[in-house]
């Protein structure tokens, strides 16, 4: 189940997995929820151009593969969105200054921030290769 879980490509594939363990053992663990949660902010880094997520107790940085991502206006009007606690280097790293005290929050934060990334990304309608 963990290999189909890693092989599972987009939001469907991992709940319709996420769904058939219910069915078999009942609830999730909270480990195992934690990791399909993992696994989506995984798919939505990849498909926002994510080389790397650094998550410290100051905040977060988010580097792009090749310092590129799809859609820099979206990206400036989505660091303009969040008011304050966001800005983007010139070296096109992202720093999030909001820290996300306790590991559940973290992944909540996480999957937000990635989630909005990756939208931005396919609204723009250029996909990248990492």
Same mark, same amino acid.
């Given at each position: $189940?963990?290999?189909? /879980?890693n092989d599972?490509?987009?939001?469907?594939? $991992? !709940?319709a997995l996420a769904a058939e363990m219910i069915d078999r053992f009942g609830a999730l663990p909270a480990p195992t929820a934690n990791l399909v949660k993992l696994l989506e902010i995984? &798919?939505?880094a990849?498909?926002?151009?994510?080389?790397k997520i650094d998550v410290g107790a100051a905040g977060t940085l988010?580097?792009?593969?090749? !310092?590129?991502f799809a859609d820099p206006a979206g990206? $400036?009007?989505?660091v303009e969105r969040l008011k304050g606690t966001a800005r /983007? %280097?010139? !070296?096109?790293?992202l720093?999030?200054?909001?820290?996300?005290? !306790?590991? &559940?929050? %973290? /992944?909540?934060? /996480?999957?937000?921030?990635? %989630?909005?990334?990756?939208?931005i990304v396919a609204r723009s309608g250029r996909q990248q290769a990492a």
């Amino acid at each position: $189940l963990y290999r189909r /879980l890693n092989d599972a490509e987009g939001k469907e594939e $991992l !709940d319709a997995l996420a769904a058939e363990m219910i069915d078999r053992f009942g609830a999730l663990p909270a480990p195992t929820a934690n990791l399909v949660k993992l696994l989506e902010i995984k &798919q939505q880094a990849i498909a926002a151009n994510i080389a790397k997520i650094d998550v410290g107790a100051a905040g977060t940085l988010v580097s792009f593969h090749n !310092d590129d991502f799809a859609d820099p206006a979206g990206l $400036l009007a989505y660091v303009e969105r969040l008011k304050g606690t966001a800005r /983007l %280097r010139p !070296d096109m790293k992202l720093v999030i200054t909001r820290a996300w005290g !306790d590991p &559940q929050s %973290r /992944l909540n934060g /996480l999957y937000q921030l990635t %989630r909005g990334l990756s939208g931005i990304v396919a609204r723009s309608g250029r996909q990248q290769a990492a």
